[in-house]
């Protein structure tokens, strides 16, 4: 599997394949990728402003370079060239179907996984974590899965209906796919959920920083922690919704909260967490291009995802990270 | 019921109620009306742009009047001093589902026209035809009921799943809520739906008009034909998506298709439609604000009612049109 | 008084002058032009959508030429060949004192006319066709001066407080600045005002054609009527209201109103008044940019100027027009 | 008075009223409510981009939950369960006529401060503060009221006419409702006003911070000082201005200013102060949403009124804040 | 050469094909289709607003149907059921070097059209006239090559330097790849170019029709002389400069003239040419998405090339169009 | 050389001059100014997002104060009153021609410090930073000229063809204007360049700051090592992509990098560099317009060019800065 640049193909950030990687749309021709890439097109399950559905498609268009080479400055390595990375194109959604689009989700999301490479999902919407994390937890079963989780929102509430982008997490404990202890939360903020829902999380050993906290302690000493708190577990799964930041970096979300981390903060935890932490699975949610007039949720996004494989690949390398330095 | 304009109530264009019309949430209480305009605000079954959900409360904000005074200059009436019109707030949806959606729009339809009022239906995406028309059609069997379609797109498709807001019609004639014979179309334009779904509506008896027909013949005479086409039917539903307009009229939909009305033919054609036969239900729909940068399109659908609510009064004042002239 | 374009002056449309005409600011400098324009930046009055404050900048600049030649195919005259224009800057107005607002304009536009140039005025609100007309007619006072108005609305309200962008019109004939049969308005519709303001036009003698009339006859046939009507009237003021077009064509605008007339027939329209009738002042009035988000209707107000001045050419020349031809 | 959520009710954030809270139009059925929001729709006053007339309606629909429930995890108090809270709807304002709209608004937040509840007024344009503090300094006299106002500019500046959205602190001090030793300043920044307006200021004993003092500081030893400042006053008003906030926060307002502060850091801020001291009225202002593309800025304003009303009901209950914490 | 729709395939109108066709790059793999889509993604050379250079992705992405199914209901054919059709992807343009630029999409054309298919060009601005019809005219020399060109402006100008969005049909006939007599123009109105230019057409033995004549005839006799016009001609070239519309129906273009075509005039037309000429090549330019705020005029653009293709369909089946009738 | 004010001028920020002061379009007539303000409007050669040929417009046009005084609250001087600013237009240059246009701008420079002002260039894309420090540099030679340098991108890359908005770094030590040693470039981050790039820049002794050391270390100490890494340089260019600051703060720019400066901690930089260092020529580049739907973007660069005016002002003052204190 060689990655090439086609001469003729077209130039302008495309919405081709992410980054121009190859696209690799048979499960069983994954083997052999370290990661594949999944768009996730679904935007039913939010409750105010939609539009995720059409986040795949930006987040890969949020690109300027030709060609696939994204030398990291930061850590002195070009992921491309210690990963092997795929694009495995989008799931077939049904709108308006959670659950055949869920179903459909999920087992693409276990194709991946069960093919080798470790999956990236661009959502859609945050009700994705449900097949998502379900799928790649029940690859891993028994062993024991952590989830990092970068949200304005716990989206651990009971809810009727259940699915709902608001409840993915309660579903996966509650089915036995993640437990409680080995889940953090990082951004929490604002008037949602209700206390009955904390309660329930704090029940089952759930741990979060709220920004409050991250405002008193700085993110630093925060990530810190959830290195800490998820020391020992074999596989962790990074959910990084993009309303984690504030509005200001990630206008164009569905459920926008003032008062977020800023993109800076996030890029940088997102790296250090992939350089140190044995991932198994990530998804970066809630991009809606509809409410992102300049581009720059989509953006924020892309850059996500390449910090991630930049912390893959340092990680993978073995090495530690040797910045581009005068 | 009297229709009164408190002071204090906010001013500018506000989302309360539509023209600033009575809120009356309780069907019970709409005995008396004449019409009774319900927001619907679906869209999780569209196929393309979301957003329309956010329709209704855009519609209601498209004024700029205050009180409730609407004198049609060109009929001479003001359909509020000639019917009694009330807002009946917005149906609770759940997004994601929508089978449960769909049963909340038809019991509150049903409620209406139990009640009395004939009900507006502010879309929405055009899945919700499916129980607007459903639910009228109940209400009135076995009396016939016939249906004024203006729309790009048939929406009459044979599709899995059945719901989508292209399949509505198709579902409305097999369920014999209506018969073909009694369904004319107006604006079709595109290549969708492929040629089976055209073969099947033949077959069923219904009538179109492509836009193609109307560059040719004129607006005026296709509705001429509309009219005659539908000539002693007793109950008719008049159906607007607003894409029939084109794009440079309403942009803000969710699946555009260049080529269409200009505005002032549809708002024309539809005042002269209702002041001409016995509406039974009324419904506008597919207005997605995110699309809608300058607010043109929800500006369209509010006149679209206003002007329904014109040519109702003035079949109900029994005389002909008395426009302002020098 | 020499128009030059000077080497670096800023290419890119500028918002320096219109057209990159000289910018004449003291009025005894005016002797001489035959055409001054004048920028009156004024909302304060408008009862919907602000923004129109912001219109003669983004009307200056919504042009893509360098230099100052506009040869027009269609008359096959360069307008600036023939007359004399320069750019009289901007009224210095007092946010929120219309009244100071107006005396200002009402000084310019006297100041320009008692020089001797036509004035042009870029609204702005069309409160300011008070003080925009009534300069005019005190200027030429007793002779009689007839007004053709293009708008969506009649602007002749009675309000209190009496100046509001809604009442202009009323004011002008109450203070005896224009008799009612001299005034001819183009392409009303909606519902505003109430029936008894039209009562009161009735009353005074104006005519008006709705778009009602205009869709039923045609834009060319209802043109023969206005300049039949003002037959014999030695000044006509011109006023163009944007919003007499249809938001599809004039979207940045305070009160839109669909149903209008398309941008081709209001360019045709001015034109042709232009080279037929013996202008004695202009206003273009209520683009508002922050409703623009392309720029179209500060483009059509620049256009609108351009066929005016191109109709005025025409006339003052003494020949018909000789457009380009194969 | 009971918060009642009636089925039915638009759900998708509506523009009715904030937070689906009761309208309560009438001033005297206002006893009884420990706050009243109340909408001032005004911006004939600014001096460069208008819009502010559209803030109230936009602050009320930039929410996305539904019922009237907002626990606030950093405080672990649902601000509506300890206040009784209602909407007071908005000011009918007179466009074009400050005085008589600063006379509506100043006669409703009296009407509020007189039947018992704290007014919360969702401008509108700074030039508010005038009425609005006016109204409660005049109701709570002789006693000493106090000024915290976050704003990127001073508002204390002499100008002719004297009413502005530059002035309103200027003539709070010279009529006698304030006195400038009980005034803080938080956030001013860039050119404006000159030097004459600081003289003055210092000579009535104003105290401000630049943002300059807060980079070198920190928010929160500011904050300290603020408080410390105003340490026995009896009742502090709070006037915030969302363009204390840098244009990446607040980028719909009428005259942005970069370099601002975060919109985390002002959320802490408004909070802390509305827990430790006695608030008699709050006002946040200059939202202008034809320039809040992605609707962020007035996002911004919903939270921090909840912000207000959150630290208003910890204080209100006594204890310390009790965050969700694992 | 099959059109293969291959599930996992994304979804929503993606960027990766026009239609979803089969990537084509090699030319050599190219012969045997009957046309090939090329994106030419150029914008150095427009004198006002740039973006042209996103036109081709914007234009791919303007899609929402799944599948290459795209049955014409107005001639009752699916164009890709008729012809082999297939995308070759972008040109590789140098940003800033329109001779390198320029020589690249020569190449790339000449490729096409020398491999057999008849290529149709996504612009990109409109200086691509110039490689694209000159590479097409190589190939066909010295068989006669006719034009038919939809714009605004009658880009013949003499300018300095020669490379220009205005200059290209005098490059062409200057060069020899087109003879004057041979070229219809449609659609030109405004200030541009000089008389200068026009004589120098009219010398050539140009053949046009100003917008002015096609609002006194109508669009339909207008097309039936072009059609007389070029009469016996073997080959002819295309070109739709979008502008060619009113910017109503095309604001994301470069240089948008108020008073164009109505989009339905426009796709009726190209269709007609298409199914009566033989075409040799076929280009649509000039879309501009940082414009386009609502995406209208990339849709326009894709349908304009649906209708070529439907029009070239019904020719190469040698019947007449059979619309979808009831 | 009077600064004026005149009665009339257009005064809603107006694109006129910047901050209204006097047009100086003669380079002879610069004799005796202390700073020189031109527009460069070039986008040919950018890779990602073009517009950035209307920024030198939208930064004249962000202001909102009328006349020319802008004092400075935070070092207590009106920078206007110290330092004689004109604006001396913008460069003409050719689009799609970069060498023309980089000569016409390359001479405009040279004119300025020819006749004695310290150019400040408007851009454009970045790579005008080739002729502005080559005709600075060239005028100083044989002293030593310094280079501070805020991107996101080191634009030191060896490409093909040699002009691009990514090269000018590389093209000027080249060329022997600049020497690598005398280089610092504060806010570098991202996948770009790639290594060799970095690896020549190391041997030509550049200096940089990634986002990740201000990050770690705070931007006070970094510029403390800026100031510190050019002590004894007699002349300094400071060179500002707005690009260096985050998206969340500067949109509207061709290649948004995520994670980048606050808008905050630039202004601050800028002026107090300016306020240390012998500034030789500024420019701020790389504003694109189309992107920057609030206008934020032009805002901050507007500001840019105010705080270095205002650090200017300190040092020719000689004594430090006397912010506005209670």
């Known amino acids: 599997m060689t990655r090439v640049h086609r001469p003729g193909e077209p130039p302008y950030g495309r919405g081709g394949t992410f980054a121009q990687l190859p696209l690799v749309l048979d499960a069983e021709e994954l083997a052999g990728a370290d ?58 959604v049904v709108p308006g179907y959670p659950e055949l689009s869920h179903r459909a989700i999920r087992e693409a999301v276990a194709g991946i996984a069960g093919a080798g490479p470790m999956p990236i999902i661009l959502g859609g919407d945050h009700s994705i974590a449900h097949p998502d994390i379900g799928a790649v937890a029940a690859r891993l079963h028994p062993e024991r899965v952590g989830l990092i989780h970068f949200d304005a929102h716990a989206d651990d509430a009971y809810e009727e209906p259940r699915l709902s982008h608001g409840t993915p997490l309660r579903l996966l404990v509650e089915e ?38 991250i405002l008193g302690r700085g993110i630093e000493p925060v990530v810190d922690e959830v290195l800490a708190d998820l020391e020992g577990i074999q596989h ?50 809630e991009v809606s291009p509809p409410f992102d007039p300049a581009g720059i949720t989509a953006l924020l996004a892309h850059r996500l995802v390449l910090e991630v494989l930049s912390g893959m690949a340092l990680r993978r390398s073995g090495g530690s990270a040797r910045p581009e330095r005068p």
Not at 49 to 72: C, F
Request: charged share 25%.
């Open 35 to 92: 990661v594949a890439i999944l768009g996730a097109p679904t935007d039913e399950l939010v409750t105010n402003r939609p539009g995720a559905r059409l986040g795949p498609q930006a987040i890969r268009n949020a690109d300027y370079l030709w060609g696939t080479s994204r030398p990291n400055m930061d850590v002195g390595l070009d992921p491309f060239e210690v990963l092997t990375v795929v694009d495995h194109g989008d799931v077939e």
């Open 176 to 213: 036995g796919s993640l437990r409680g202890e080995h889940i953090v939360q990082v951004g929490l903020r604002g008037y949602w959920p209700p206390p009955s829902d904390f309660e329930w999380a704090r029940s089952q050993g759930f741990r979060w920083f709220r920004m409050d906290d």
């Open 236 to 285: 962790v799964f990074l959910s990084v919704d993009v309303d984690v930041c504030d509005p200001a970096f990630a206008p164009g979300t569905g459920t926008p909260e003032p008062g977020g981390l800023q993109a800076r903060e996030l890029l940088r935890a997102v790296r250090r967490i992939a350089s140190t932490v044995p991932l198994a699975g990530v998804e970066v949610v």
